[in-house]
């Protein structure tokens, strides 16, 4: 029986391809393997976003040499974002790895795999699979912000049909799924490729109306195709969250027209206010990159003045990493001292930090609803609607359940609490 064994580094979307070849070469007979030393077939899912990611791939690579040279018969194969149009390069820098997909050709990859010979067809029960599902609905990039290497590696926007996603999702139900999350690098942009252009609200009406699904959710939305259609879908749909991820990456105006960004802070503002008045309780993340070429201590105060006005429930901190082939890359001096930017990351996730101690500690003795991922260590965790992550202990098997937990404790990354009432079975 062969068995396979994937690296994952990145965003969501390489999580979200991961799940999907397992599942693929899974329908195949293939086993998932513990470590790379039991596996016929090793795939590494690479991310390049930044350099530090890029410098952990580079090191997963170097590191399969030489179970490459004891085992020839292994296949390796290297996806996402590290495989460009052009992997000339990558071919002589790694010979021991036999394939380079690059992202959005899983398929092909599944094919490669599939030549090796598996031994038997093994039919199996459907495998107790999580409650909650990645769902790719729209490929690629069409913004090229000026720091970013996405469009240039995931190539332009294209929408899957909304009949093909409603089926996946039938699919996924029906295996126990519970929550589904969409993705798209810019997924409210999604349909406009599309005959008819459908829009978001228009996928999240249909997704909304799956029987047996309880939860939707969407990510990453950018600022300047949050329409007033899709705030008024989120707010007025039952099982779509009251959680939007909205990147704002700078507070200062002339840096987000440096980023190509295409809003100000004033927009942004004027966005999140609309959106509390149509999205009661909604839960908002963002990112922020620090440190970009030029970036003046004023300009980055004002990055904080907008953390600090908007209150974030969550905040995902880079420090600039100039990525080769970008505009800002090839056109501005990449200005700001290491340390600087070091200290600057530092200092708004300290912000952060108390921000989200405050925020989460309103919910301390209320009750949340929770669906339950799993089991570490004793203890149960799900996520609220808003995406908190909250633990709590429990003898019985919760999994794929929705709970209701009081909150006992709460802290700036995750909340602790009791059952207080089991809703429905999963
Ligand atoms: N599409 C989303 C958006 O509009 O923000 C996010 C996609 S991007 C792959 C994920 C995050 O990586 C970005 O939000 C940004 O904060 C960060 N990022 C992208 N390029 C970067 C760079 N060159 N240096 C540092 N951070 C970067
Ligand atoms: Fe990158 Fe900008 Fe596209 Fe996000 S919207 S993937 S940051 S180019």
């Keep these: 029986m062969s068995s396979y064994y994937i690296w994952t580094i990145g965003c969501q979307m390489n999580k979200a391809d991961s799940a999907d070849l397992a599942a693929r070469l899974d329908d195949l007979g293939f086993i998932p393997a513990e470590t790379v030393d039991e596996a016929d077939v090793v795939v590494v899912n690479s991310c390049v976003v930044r ?38 390069e990558l071919m002589r820098r790694f010979p021991h ?43 690629g990039c069409d913004n090229f912000c000026s720091y970013c290497i996405v469009p240039y590696r ?13 089926l996946q999702l039938e699919e996924l139900v029906a295996g126990g799924v519970r929550e589904v999350t969409l993705l798209g690098q810019n997924v409210n942009s999604y349909g406009h490729d599309l005959p008819g252009g459908p829009d978001l609200a228009d ?23 949050m329409s007033d259609r899709l705030i008024q879908a ?25 980023m190509g960004r295409g809003y100000t802070s004033r927009f942004y503002r004027e966005l999140v206010e609309r959106m509390r008045d149509e999205i009661p309780g909604v839960a908002l993340s963002t990112d922020v990159v620090v440190g970009f070429p030029g970036e003046t201590d ?31 890359a ?24 108390g921000i989200a101690a405050e925020i989460n500690g309103r919910l301390l003795g209320h009750s949340v609803e929770v669906l339950v991922e799993g089991e570490k260590q004793g ?19 919760c999994l794929g359940q929705l709970v209701d937990v009081r909150i006992t404790k709460t802290s700036p990354w995750s909340l602790q609490g009791d059952v207080s009432r089991h809703r429905h079975e999963g």
């Design 379 to 397: 203890k149960w965790h799900g996520r609220t609607r808003t995406g908190k992550l909250v633990f709590f202990r429990q003898d019985a098997d």
């Design 203 to 225: 996928l999240l009406g249909e997704v909304n109306a799956v029987s047996g699904l309880e939860r939707i959710r969407f990510l990453t939305s950018h600022p300047k195709d």
């Design 51 to 88: 350099q530090s990611a890029e410098n952990r791939v580079l090191a997963k690579l170097d590191s399969l040499a030489r179970p490459k040279r004891l085992r020839p018969e292994m296949t390796i194969a290297l996806m996402g974002c590290m495989v460009g149009p052009e992997a000339d």
């Design 97 to 139: 790895v036999d394939a380079f997909v690059s992202p959005g050709r899983a398929s092909e990859l599944v094919e490669i795999a599939s030549r090796r010979p598996v031994d038997r067809i093994v039919v199996h029960e459907a495998p107790s699979r999580p409650p909650c599902a990645y769902v790719t609905v729209i490929e």
């Design 154 to 166: 995931r190539g332009r926007e294209r929408s899957r049909e909304m009949k093909e996603v409603l």
């Design 234 to 258: 989120v707010g007025s749909l039952s099982k779509v969250c009251e959680v939007v991820s909205l990147p704002v990456q700078a507070g200062d105006d002339d840096v987000l027209r440096a």
């Design 298 to 328: 004023e300009q980055y105060r004002r990055t904080l003045d907008l953390l600090s006005g908007v209150r974030f429930d969550s905040l995902h901190i880079a420090a600039y990493s100039p990525r080769p082939g970008t505009a800002a």
């Design 330 to 353: 090839e056109t501005l001096e990449d200005s700001v001292p290491l340390s600087v930017k070091k200290a600057r990351l530092r200092e708004a996730e300290e912000l952060q930090r």
